[in-house]
């Protein structure tokens, strides 16, 4: 157990619609990152926010949004969904500050849309 | 830009024989370097890193990888294999440009090991 925690563990919608997906990240890790997986894709960054703010961002669309809240969960927002949209879409967390500290995977979401 | 390749989507193998999944890298300056396993509906479970010092890393469950900085290599190795390590390994390098922490991953290879 990594103890980075998603829900739902899945997910089913249709076209157009909005979904949101939780993250809550390990105790003590200030860094939440959102990676989506598809077959096509591969493992994609999509952001990272560390201790509230976002810290970077990669390959997410701007029908995409997400933050991180004081308690430090984090939350994914995906608007006007489309079906390739669906994926798996994981959270990491890690220590900040360090390069060398591994970032630990959720579950994930798998979102199907419709 | 900072990134790995994983030149082989399938490795078979025996159970008992060793195994080597292969990783190269292309990075600016010094590589941070790990290992990722994933199961089935399942996240990404750490195997190992590779930082600085010796070039042959120990990890979890009997796994190690060897660094190679002249082929720019990091392969994931394992002296006998076990069907239960049949899952899918990313090889993965740490974005340290302007400081920014993401690990970009390589495609993955998928590890066969049959009885």
């Known amino acids: 157990d990594s103890g980075v925690t998603q829900t739902p563990k899945h997910l089913i919608t249709a076209t157009g619609q909005r979904v949101t997906l939780r993250c809550s990240p390990r105790?003590?890790?200030?860094?939440v990152y959102w990676y989506q997986q598809s077959l096509d894709q591969g493992l994609q960054f999509l952001i990272q926010y560390y201790n509230g703010e976002e810290r970077a961002k990669g390959n997410i669309l701007e029908r995409f949004s997400a933050q991180q809240f004081p308690d430090l969960h984090s939350e994914l927002n995906l608007s006007s969904l489309e079906l390739g949209d669906s994926a798996l879409y994981f959270c990491?967390?890690?220590?900040?500050?360090?390069?060398?500290?591994?970032?630990?995977f959720g579950n994930g979401t798998r979102l199907t849309v419709t | 830009a900072q990134s790995v390749a994983q030149p082989e989507d399938q490795v078979n193998v025996a159970e008992g024989n060793p195994l080597t999944v292969k990783c190269t890298y292309s990075?600016?300056?010094?590589?941070?370097l790990f290992w990722y396993v994933q199961y089935p509906n399942r996240g990404l479970q750490f195997l190992l890193k590779y930082i600085t010092g010796d070039n042959l890393v120990k990890g979890s469950y009997g796994f190690e990888a060897e660094f190679n900085k002249s082929q720019t290599s990091f392969h994931l190795k394992k002296p006998s294999a076990l069907v239960s390590d049949s899952a899918l390994y990313f090889c993965?390098?740490?974005?340290?440009?302007?400081?920014?922490?993401?690990?970009?991953f390589g495609t993955g290879t998928r590890l066969l090991v049959s009885p």
């Open positions: 990491a967390s890690s220590r900040e500050g360090t390069a060398n500290s591994p970032l630990h």
């Open positions: 105790s003590g890790d200030l860094s």
């Open positions: 993965a390098v740490r974005d340290l440009r302007t400081g920014f922490q993401k690990l970009v």
């Open positions: 990075v600016s300056g010094n590589p941070y």
